[in-house]
C-alpha cells in the first residue's frame, strides 16, 4: 500500500450528496479482484453519455460536457471534494479502488458512509471528515479559482488552502500510523514476521507429525 504523509493535489468536485458506491464504480465492472483498472470507470454513468461495458475502451468514448471531471481546470486532479454522506450503497472495495486508480490520494466530506470510509484506509486513500460549512467554503473557493490545489499534511492533521491557512482535522492514531507507513492488513501482519517464524518453528519441533501430514 502507498504510503500517505503529506500530498498536495488539485481540487475537484462532486457537488452532491449520497453519492453511493454504485455511481462511484457501477456493478458491471466488479468482475476483478485486482486494485488496478478501475480509473476509466470511476463514476462512469455520470462520466460517459453511453453505457460502459466491461473489458470496453473508454478512450473512444463520448464524454458527458457537463460532467466536472471532464473539464480541462480538473485536468490531474488528487483531491476530490464531496457532499455528506460519501460512499453509501453496497460495500465493495472496488470503489476506493476506483478513485485510487484515477489518481485521487484524498476524499474530504461532511461524512461518509462507515463500511466506504473503512475501506480507504485499507487502500491507502485519506478519507477526511469537516463540517459543512467549511466543506461549503472550500466548494465555493475552488469554483473561484482555476487551479484550486490543497495541501494534505498527514503527520500535523491539516488540510491547508492556496493562502496558507490551515484546517485541522481528525484521525483515528492507528489509522493515521497504517496511513503514513503504508501498511495495509497483510503489511500488519508481517511486521511481527519474526514473531511468527519462531512460532512455526516451536510448533514443528512439539508437534512434527503435523507438518508431516502435509508434506
Given at each position: 500500500m502507498?504510503?500517505?504523509?503529506?500530498?498536495?493535489?488539485?481540487?475537484?468536485?462532486?457537488?452532491?450528496a449520497?453519492?453511493?458506491?454504485?455511481?462511484?464504480?457501477?456493478?458491471?465492472?466488479?468482475?476483478?479482484?485486482?486494485?488496478?483498472?478501475?480509473?476509466?470507470?470511476?463514476?462512469?454513468?455520470?462520466r460517459?453519455?453511453?453505457?460502459?461495458?466491461?473489458?470496453q475502451?473508454?478512450?473512444?468514448?463520448?464524454?458527458?460536457?457537463?460532467?466536472?471531471?471532464?473539464?480541462?481546470?480538473?485536468?490531474?486532479?488528487?483531491?476530490?471534494?464531496?457532499?455528506?454522506?460519501?460512499?453509501?450503497?453496497?460495500?465493495?472495495?472496488?470503489?476506493?479502488?476506483?478513485?485510487?486508480?484515477?489518481?485521487?490520494?484524498?476524499?474530504?466530506?461532511?461524512?461518509?458512509?462507515?463500511?466506504?470510509?473503512?475501506?480507504?484506509?485499507k487502500?491507502?486513500?485519506?478519507?477526511?471528515?469537516?463540517?459543512?460549512?467549511?466543506?461549503?467554503?472550500?466548494?465555493q473557493?475552488?469554483?473561484?479559482?482555476e487551479?484550486?490545489?490543497?495541501?494534505?499534511?498527514?503527520?500535523?492533521?491539516?488540510?491547508?488552502?492556496?493562502?496558507?491557512?490551515?484546517?485541522?482535522?481528525?484521525?483515528?492514531?492507528?489509522?493515521?500510523?497504517?496511513?503514513?507507513?503504508?501498511?495495509?492488513?497483510?503489511?500488519?501482519?508481517?511486521?511481527?514476521?519474526?514473531?511468527?517464524?519462531?512460532?512455526?518453528?516451536k510448533?514443528?519441533e512439539?508437534?512434527?507429525w503435523?507438518f508431516?501430514?502435509?508434506?
Amino acid at each position: 500500500m502507498k504510503a500517505f504523509t503529506q500530498h498536495k493535489g488539485v481540487a475537484a468536485p462532486m457537488d452532491r450528496a449520497n453519492v453511493d458506491t454504485d455511481l462511484i464504480i457501477p456493478k458491471q465492472f466488479l468482475k476483478s479482484i485486482k486494485r488496478t483498472g478501475f480509473g476509466p470507470n470511476l463514476f462512469d454513468e455520470l462520466r460517459y453519455l453511453d453505457e460502459g461495458q466491461p473489458g470496453q475502451d473508454c478512450s473512444n468514448r463520448p464524454l458527458n460536457p457537463e460532467f466536472p471531471l471532464n473539464h480541462p481546470r480538473y485536468e490531474g486532479a488528487s483531491v476530490l471534494l464531496a457532499r455528506k454522506n460519501f460512499g453509501c450503497g453496497s460495500s465493495r472495495e472496488h470503489a476506493p479502488w476506483a478513485l485510487d486508480d484515477y489518481g485521487f490520494r484524498a476524499v474530504i466530506a461532511p461524512s461518509f458512509a462507515d463500511i466506504f470510509f473503512n475501506n480507504c484506509f485499507k487502500n491507502g486513500l485519506l478519507p477526511i471528515v469537516l463540517d459543512e460549512d467549511t466543506i461549503e467554503q472550500l466548494f465555493q473557493e475552488m469554483y473561484a479559482e482555476e487551479g484550486y490545489a490543497l495541501t494534505i499534511d498527514l503527520e500535523n492533521q491539516q488540510v491547508i488552502k492556496p493562502n496558507g491557512e490551515a484546517i485541522a482535522f481528525e484521525v483515528d492514531a492507528f489509522r493515521k500510523h497504517c496511513l503514513l507507513n503504508g501498511l495495509d492488513d497483510i503489511g500488519l501482519t508481517l511486521e511481527d514476521a519474526d514473531a511468527i517464524r519462531v512460532y512455526e518453528a516451536k510448533r514443528r519441533e512439539q508437534a512434527p507429525w503435523l507438518f508431516d501430514a502435509v508434506k
